[in-house]
């Protein structure tokens, strides 16, 4: 909303901003579950994900602590950025050279880049794919902020999952998985695509900002 409110509209219709009892309410009998959505992010908490069945979609040990939950699902538990609802990384950056490797090696699916995202989409024309994963430590210049990179960006089955018009498709993430596996800090071979950045100095971005790295 033009306040920053942010409102969720129902199967029905109906609008309720969230910190609204009702909407917890509506949402937690709608999903069968007790749900509620927070406009806040907790000091201390948890994220629960389904672990698929491909290579590198979850580290080895923690698919092997995975549980089962009410659906059937395999589920793994694990920690967030502190006070964020950031899984790790607080903005993420891809390349259109990596997107359009992927591309060719699975023509069938569609690699817009709403499925991964991203805050930052870097056009790097016939730049060599996954060029970015060799940014690491770097700082980047992009209008008027500056990042550092810090690391791969490890993928979990959301890019594989309808978005707007962009329909599901499993075999998204099972191209990244083939294609690119690599090492994230300790985990091992992760499958990944784009970066991670953090923020050193803020600013506006706009459409068409050059970027310099260095």
């Known amino acids: 909303m033009a306040d920053g409110t942010v409102a969720v509209e129902l199967p029905d219709g109906v609008i309720r901003t969230v910190g609204d009892p009702e909407l917890d309410a509506r949402l937690s009998k709608l999903l069968g579950r007790q749900v509620c959505v927070s406009a806040s992010a907790p000091a201390h908490s948890t994220l629960e994900r389904a672990v698929p069945e491909y290579e590198g979609g979850v580290p ?3 698919r092997a602590t995975a549980f089962v939950d009410g659906t059937g699902e395999k589920i793994t538990a694990g920690k967030v950025a502190s006070g964020t609802f950031f899984d790790y990384g607080r903005v993420h950056l891809v390349t259109t050279s990596s997107l359009t490797r992927l591309q060719s090696v699975y023509p069938a699916g569609d690699f817009d880049p709403r499925r991964f995202r991203p805050n930052l989409v870097i056009e790097t024309g016939e730049g ?3 060029a970015e994963d060799g940014w690491q ?6 209008g008027e902020a500056l990042f550092r990179v810090v690391v791969p960006t490890p993928r979990c089955v959301v890019p594989a999952l309808g978005h707007d018009e962009l329909g599901a498709d499993p075999g998204i993430m099972r191209a990244i998985a083939r294609e690119h596996r690599i090492h994230v800090f300790d985990l091992g071979r992760l499958a990944c695509l784009g970066v991670y950045l953090d923020v050193l100095e803020p600013g506006e971005v706009r459409l068409g900002d050059s970027i310099t790295v260095g």
């Open 137 to 142: 430590g770097w700082q980047l210049r992009v």
């Open 60 to 62: 080895d040990a923690v």
């Open 128 to 130: 060599p794919p996954f």
